[in-house]
């Protein structure tokens, strides 16, 4: 029989999944609010509506050059300076994973509020970082705490923490299966049924409160109707070439990423990175931001050859830089805008070989591919395509394939490093 204390701690079990879907939920809802209150504020746009028709691309090409290279100087200002002090005078920062990893260490409070409003704070102003890190880390905290105080067990903490951080994905996102996902195939790395329960019921009602104060929106409108049989052989075929780039992405920023030291280096090389990704959105308002324009662009195919080209080169050096400077933020975005230029640019040269096929769909695989094998998530790189973009149930099976060989890819090239 189930002792009256078990079901005492059940109780507090559901309470605690309960507040951590709701706490990331509204974490991720007033972060989202946040960061557009401020790209409206810094680049004078939709300033008398919070939750705007007019993306942040659009405020970007509507700026002045002027304005482009002054916003993107005092973002780096605030980057560098910022994570300076933060390494100086606040306590050591705790990640997601090690606080999954281990209850008896939880995420510093104040430390991480901090870090989290810096990685809002320079999003919006044009860092080419995603910002999907600080809700996760947000909605991490809020659980832990919660659970903390509910004198849940070391290992329901954990579960609770990881819970929280994919809630606060699939808040921000409006992903409730992705931020699932990502709680038991990154966070966890394990599958049972009750973690898959918590997951669900953590991620779905975060992605619901959130919608309550951001609209029922998916991030990317995918034009292609359905997918050419043609594109089951072209998503075997590219998924290793986008697996190989991948590799060489994770490299580059992981490099960039060990160079980083807490001194008078970081608000140097962040100021002079910034600087230089001001200097270049001058000519190229596509640059700033986490990449979303960009990734728009190429999944609605508009656009060329050579712009494609560029924003690609200059996507990638520029995220190397400002992680060289210090500047934290997520790459989800990022490698979704990367995988898709890419995608477009490999249409633009072998397209005609495929019939039916469309520059849409393959800039789908190619930030499918791209971000499943750079990221280590292959399942919730599935996901998370078929939530953000709604895409035609057709585009599941080329989308799978591509997904399989890039991140098998990956997996082999690092492996022999």
């Not at 005078?89 to 989290?116: F, Q």
């Not at 890190?133 to 070391?154: K, N, Y």
């Amino acid at each position: 029989m189930i002792s009256f204390q078990g079901v005492i701690y059940g109780l507090q079990r559901w309470a605690a999944l309960l507040l951590t879907g709701i706490l990331a939920g509204l974490g991720g809802m007033l972060l989202a609010m946040l960061l557009h209150e401020i790209q409206h504020l810094t680049w004078g746009y939709s300033q008398n509506l919070l939750i705007s028709p007019q993306t942040f691309l659009q405020g970007v090409t509507d700026a002045s050059a002027q304005r482009r290279f002054l916003v993107l100087v005092a973002a780096g200002m605030v980057a560098g300076c910022g994570w300076w002090l933060l390494a100086r005078y606040g306590k050591k920062r705790v990640s997601i994973s090690a606080a999954v990893n281990d209850a008896s260490k939880p995420m510093p409070a104040l430390t991480t509020l901090v870090h989290i409003l810096l990685q809002i704070v320079t999003v919006a102003m044009g860092s080419p970082l995603g910002r999907e890190v600080a809700p996760r880390e947000a909605g991490a905290l809020f659980a832990g705490g919660v659970a903390r105080r509910l004198h849940l067990t070391s290992a329901d903490i954990q579960l609770m923490t990881a819970c929280g951080a994919g809630a606060g994905l699939a808040a921000v996102y409006n992903v409730p299966l992705a931020g699932a996902i990502f709680t038991l195939e990154v966070l966890l790395v394990s599958f049972s049924r009750d973690a898959a329960l918590a997951a669900l019921v953590t991620s779905a009602l975060a992605a619901w409160v959130a919608s309550l104060g951001l609209g029922d929106e998916h991030q990317y409108h995918f034009t292609a109707e359905f997918a050419a049989t043609s594109l089951i052989f072209w998503g075997i075929l590219c998924g290793p070439l986008l697996g190989a780039m991948a590799c060489l992405f994770r490299r580059l920023t992981q490099y960039a990423s060990s160079k980083v030291q807490d001194n008078w280096q970081m608000p140097v090389i962040s100021l002079a990175a910034f600087t230089l990704l001001g200097i270049c959105a001058i000519w190229f308002p596509q640059l700033p931001g986490n990449g979303k324009g960009a990734a728009q662009l190429a999944l609605s195919g508009e656009i060329s050859a050579t712009l494609a080209a560029m924003l690609l080169v200059l996507k990638v050096f520029l995220i190397c830089a400002v992680i060289r400077g210090g500047a934290a933020g997520g790459l989800l975005t990022p490698g979704l805008a990367v995988g898709g230029l890419l995608g477009s640019l490999l249409f633009l040269i072998v397209g005609p070989l495929f019939p039916g096929s469309d520059m849409e769909s393959f800039a789908l695989l190619g930030a499918a591919g791209f971000l499943a094998a750079s990221a280590h998530m292959p399942v919730t790189t599935l996901a998370l395509v078929m939530e953000s973009t709604r895409m035609d149930h057709s585009f599941l099976v080329p989308v799978a394939l591509c997904i399989t060989g890039a991140w098998a890819t990956c997996r082999v090239l690092e492996r022999r490093r």
